[in-house]
Structure formats: structure tokens, C-alpha cells
């Protein structure tokens, strides 16, 4: 089954510790993209990956890191978060990032950081 | 600046009758537009999109969506709601020549409750 998958689902951390949550997607697409979601402010991208090596930041960088090694593969790092990380988070991924392209989204994150 | 609208936190409707989830947009030039789904405890489905061609959109689960450019709209819409459509509802879009690749600018949501 085509599908886009994460780990963990649900997180419940201090501030400070830091965390990876995985992203891992099975249509060999080359867009992949992460994006958090809050009440009131709908989804709003973080860091998004054209290719393997290749990344770039999104609306809401702050605070967040990614990788690209592989091509199905797209960690999301919290190098030390904070309360104001305490969100839902989607990774999302498409075959080319072209831009009227659909997007296929994960289960989401749900991260609570104390 | 881009900025695509939901004007309405929640929308009520009875089952069986019609429902309509409203999306308005600001974008340059030609919009790609996009509807997603988002059931409890689950990511986000694709529901329907436009990118060109008919105004009239038909998308998974029943629903369409009209394109109207004049009123720079993309509302949401079934004849006939079921329980089970129940859920938070995602309009989405950009632009189609900007950079940022598949970047998308999604609305705050509205959220669909059908009453039996």
C-alpha cells in the first residue's frame, strides 16, 4: 500500500531533550515536506526536501532540522525543544514537487513538550 | 502575500441535506487549489483539486468543489451529507508560478459536524 509513515505518533517530552521523529514514504517521490499544524492557524510548513541532499526552509524553520540521506527517509530533529514546539506534525511527500502536484500526507506526530 | 481563508470554524448540517464549506483565496495569477479531509486521530486525505479546466471539480467521497474566479472562491460541497463525513476540513492553494516549489498555503480549517 502507497502510503507516507511516522514515528512516533505521539511524544510527550521535556524541554531541553533532544528528539527525531521519522518520516518515511513508499511511492519513491522526490518532494518531501514537513509542516506543523496549530489550532486556528491550519498547517504551516517547516523545512521541505526536493531530492536526496537537497532541503530547504519553509515558513517555520525556527528551532527545527532535517535531513535528506535517502530518498524515501526525512527526519524531523528538535534539537532542543521547546513548549512553543508543542503542536500536531505532518510530513508530506509528492513526486516531484511540481507545483500542482497532490500531496500525500502521513498520520501525523502529536508532540507535547513540557 | 498569498493567504487562503475559511471564514467559518464550524459548519452544522443536518444528514441528508446539502452542505458547502467555504474557501476563499488571494493569490497572483492563476491558483492551484486544493480540499483535504482530516478525520479524528488520522493525516490529512486528499479530497479534490483545481488546477485548470472545468470550474467544476469532482473529488473523492461524493464531494465537488466550484472554482469562481470572479469571486476568487473554491466552496465545498456535497448534495447530501452523511454522518460520517464528520470531520476538520482543509482548504488549501499557491500560486502557479512562484517559487517554493509544492509549497502550499493551507486555511485555518473548518470543521463539519452532521447531525443525525
Known amino acids: 500500500e502507497a502510503q507516507v509513515t511516522q514515528n512516533p505518533r505521539y511524544l510527550i517530552t521535556v524541554t531541553g531533550k533532544k528528539l527525531t521523529v521519522t518520516c518515511s514514504q513508499n511511492?519513491?517521490?522526490?518532494?518531501m515536506s514537513w509542516y506543523r499544524q496549530d489550532p486556528g492557524l491550519g498547517l504551516r510548513q517547516i523545512y521541505y526536501s526536493m531530492n536526496v541532499e537537497v532541503t530547504d526552509k519553509g515558513d517555520v524553520p525556527e528551532g527545527y532540522k532535517v535531513s535528506r540521506k535517502e530518498k524515501r527517509n526525512f527526519p524531523l530533529i528538535l534539537e532542543s525543544p521547546s513548549p512553543n514546539q508543542t503542536s500536531l506534525y505532518f510530513c508530506?511527500?509528492?513526486?516531484?514537487?511540481?507545483?500542482?502536484?497532490?500531496?500525500?500526507f502521513g498520520p501525523g506526530t502529536r508532540l507535547l513538550v513540557l | 502575500a498569498q493567504s487562503v481563508a475559511q471564514p467559518e470554524d464550524q459548519v452544522n448540517v443536518a444528514e441528508g441535506n446539502p452542505l458547502t464549506v467555504k474557501c476563499t483565496y488571494s493569490v497572483s495569477g492563476n491558483p492551484y487549489l486544493f480540499w483535504y479531509v482530516q478525520y479524528p486521530n488520522r493525516g490529512l486525505q486528499f479530497l479534490l483539486k483545481y488546477i485548470t479546466g472545468d470550474n467544476l471539480v469532482k473529488g473523492s467521497y461524493g464531494f465537488e468543489a466550484e472554482f469562481n474566479k470572479s469571486q476568487t472562491s473554491f466552496h465545498l460541497k456535497k448534495p447530501s451529507a452523511l454522518v460520517s463525513d464528520s470531520a476538520l476540513y482543509f482548504c488549501?492553494?499557491?500560486?502557479?508560478?512562484?517559487?517554493?516549489?509544492?509549497?502550499?498555503?493551507f486555511g485555518a480549517g473548518t470543521r463539519l459536524a452532521v447531525h443525525p
Open positions: 508530506a511527500s509528492s513526486l516531484s514537487g511540481g507545483r500542482g502536484e497532490t500531496q500525500y
Open positions: 488549501a492553494g499557491r500560486d502557479a508560478f512562484s517559487g517554493g516549489y509544492n509549497k502550499l498555503i
Open positions: 511511492m519513491n517521490h522526490e518532494y
